[in-house]
C-alpha cells in the first residue's frame, strides 16, 4: 500500500498512542542506552567503516537537505563525511560535517562524531556546534562529547530496528539529551531524489523541549531522507541530492 508522508504522520501518532498503552513488544533491545545510562566502550569494538543498512556512510559521502518552515523561510543543509578521523575517548570515529545557511548565510555550523561497534550499532560520540545570527557566532549550546564533562555515547540507529524500541541518541545532562522510538520499518517516504520504500521511522524527543516531537524517515542504503516537526513550529526538511547523485 502507498503510503503519502502525511498518511505516514497519521499513521507515526497513532503508534505513538499504542505505544504508551503497551510494553515495548519482545526483542526490543533493552541493551541500548537510555536517559542518562554510563557506558563504558571499548575502542576495539568500533570501525570507522558504517555499514548500517540505514545510514551507510564512506568519506567523501554528501547529504544535501532542504528545511521549510510554516512561514516559508528555507534553510539549505549540507551534510558531507570528510576525509579524515578523530580520536573521541579512544575511540577511532568518522567527522561529520553540517552546515546550515538561509540565503548564504550561515545559520548553523556543526561537527558531528560516529562509529560503528561490532554489533552494526551506529552510535553518536559528540558534536561541536556553533549558532549563528547575522553571520556571527552566537551560542555553543548543544556541543558535547563522550568522555567529557559527564557526556555520554548514544546510538543514532540500532543495527536491527524493531517496532517498539527506544534508547538515547546523546546524553550531557541539561544540554543534550536527545532520544528516539522506533514506529516502524516499512515505511515510504518521497522527496525529489525518489520515492523510498521499507524505510525506518523514528519519534524523536528530547526531555529539554516536550513539546517538540520530529519524525525521521530513514532510507535503506541512503540514510535520513525526510524529517517532519508535527508539533510547535512545524517544518519539513527532505533530501534533495543523495551520494550518488
Known amino acids: ?12 501518532a497513532a ?35 558504517v555499514t548500517n543498512r540505514y545510514w551507510p556512510m564512506e568519506k567523501g559521502d554528501r547529504w544535501v537537505y532542504e528545511e521549510r518552515d ?30 546550515a545557511t538561509q540565503d548564504g548565510v550561515t545559520v548553523e555550523d556543526t561537527m558531528d562524531w560516529y562509529a560503528q561497534d561490532s554489533d552494526g550499532n551506529l552510535w553518536y560520540l559528540g558534536e561541536k556546534t556553533t549558532e549563528y545570527q547575522n553571520g556571527q557566532p552566537s ?38 539529551e536527545d ?3 522506533v514506529l516502524s520499518t516499512d515505511e515510504q517516504a518521497q522527496t525529489p531524489t525518489g520515492i523510498y ?16 516531537v520530529e519524525l525521521k524517515w530513514y532510507a535503506p542504503g541512503v540514510g535520513p531522507v525526510l524529517t517532519l516537526t508535527p508539533s510547535g513550529e512545524q517544518t519539513r526538511e527532505q533530501l534533495v541530492e543523495a551520494p550518488d547523485d
Open 1 to 12: 500500500m502507498t503510503r503519502t508522508p502525511q498518511v505516514a504522520v497519521a499513521l507515526a
Open 197 to 212: 520504500t521499507g524505510a525506518l521511522l523514528t519519534r524523536d524527543t528530547t526531555p529539554l523541549e516536550p513539546d517538540l
Open 15 to 49: 503508534a505513538v498512542f499504542a505505544l504508551s498503552a503497551c510494553e515495548s513488544p519482545a526483542g526490543a533491545a533493552t541493551a541500548l542506552p537510555q536517559g542518562g545510562d554510563r557506558v563504558t566502550l571499548d575502542p576495539a569494538d568500533f570501525t570507522v567503516n
Open 70 to 99: 510554516e512561514t516559508g523561510a528555507l534553510t539549505h543543509d549540507e551534510v558531507t563525511v570528510l576525509d579524515k578521523t578523530e580520536k573521541i575517548n579512544g575511540i577511532e570515529a568518522l567527522a561529520v560535517h553540517d552546515l
Open 179 to 181: 532520544r528516539a522510538t
Open 139 to 176: 551560542s555553543t549550546a548543544g556541543s558535547w562529547q563522550y568522555g567529557v564533562d559527564g557526556a555520554q555515547a548514544g546510538i543514532a540507529l540500532p543495527a536491527e530496528p524493531k517496532a517498539g524500541m527506544t534508547y538515547r541518541q546523546e546524553y550531557l545532562k541539561g544540554e543534550a
